[in-house]
């Protein structure tokens, strides 16, 4: 039996209350399932993927297709990445000595070994080596950011549809990479016998209450209120509109790099 095709387009506050009850599902499920919290599953991706799920039985069986309005994407992942900025130090990694240098050496071997396989993969299947860039590094270490940013050019490099192939290969990437590495880092701080944060407050907490008396370290603990709130809100505003006029001179210089670089890089000088 066919079903007449129907389409729903959702205004910028219908997304956002969408997105809203999808975060919202993601922690039920995730306390209601102990294995996701076992494994460190994350909410977002918990609930991201039951909704994929839902829109992907919504068209293949009813036909049914959804389209939500990206105004506030754009927006929101400028924010998560300055605020990112601000949370680097310098000194920390320079305390990280070695292991830094390390990991930062492995992630640039993994970025051509990324690039190598799938430009290999798609010179075997005699597809666009430029599709093979977009499900490499630019969407599996760039993310979705770098994915929208390099889409474009590859695009207009004879990709058709780069946009598209990237942003999915990040998506892949960002999901597959949770539920692989919750469970890895599990496996390897249960192996190390590694006592994380909450195991030590946990075990504080069991602790009588006579050993604060005995002068045991109190933790400092930071409320968020509207003042507080409103500094962290000019800071980020801030370094977004000085790292986009940035990032905006180098676009006229025909230099490529995804828009929220520029605010990152100034929240870790402001920082």
Not at 23 to 47: D, H, Q, S, T, W
Request: aromatic residues 12%; hydrophobic residues 50%; glycine residues 10%.
């Amino acid at each position: 039996m066919n079903i007449p095709a129907s389409s729903y387009s959702l205004d910028m506050m219908s997304s956002l209350i969408c997105a809203t009850l999808v975060l919202i599902a993601g922690y039920l499920f995730k306390r209601m399932l102990p294995f996701l919290r076992k494994f460190f599953i994350p909410e977002p991706v918990i609930g991201g993927i039951f909704f994929a799920t839902l829109v992907f039985f919504a068209h293949e069986y009813f036909n049914v297709e959804f389209s939500f309005d990206g105004q506030l994407k754009d927006l929101t992942m400028m924010m998560f990445f300055t605020s990112i900025g601000y949370m680097a130090s310098f000194k920390l990694l320079l305390r990280g000595g070695k292991e830094v240098l390390l990991f930062a050496v492995c992630t640039v071997l993994l970025i051509f070994c990324q690039n190598f396989t799938g430009v290999g993969m798609a010179w075997l299947f005699h597809e666009n080596p430029l599709l093979g860039l977009a499900t490499g590094s630019i969407s599996l270490i760039g993310g979705h950011g770098t994915s929208a940013a390099f889409g474009v050019e590859l695009e207009k490099a004879g990709l058709a549809g780069a946009v598209s192939a990237a942003v999915t290969c990040a998506t892949f990437g960002l999901i597959s990479g949770s539920l692989i590495g919750g469970p890895l880092g599990k496996f390897i701080i249960k192996r190390h016998g590694i006592r994380t944060y909450a195991d030590k407050a946990d075990c504080q907490n069991e602790k009588d209450d006579d050993s604060a008396s005995v002068g045991a370290p109190v933790e400092e603990i930071k409320l968020l209120h509207e003042d507080s709130l409103g500094v962290a809100l000019i800071c980020i505003f801030t370094a977004i509109a000085c790292g986009s006029l940035i990032m905006r001179e180098l676009s006229a210089l025909g230099i490529v790099l995804p828009a929220y670089l520029g605010p990152m890089v100034v929240a870790c000088f402001i920082r």
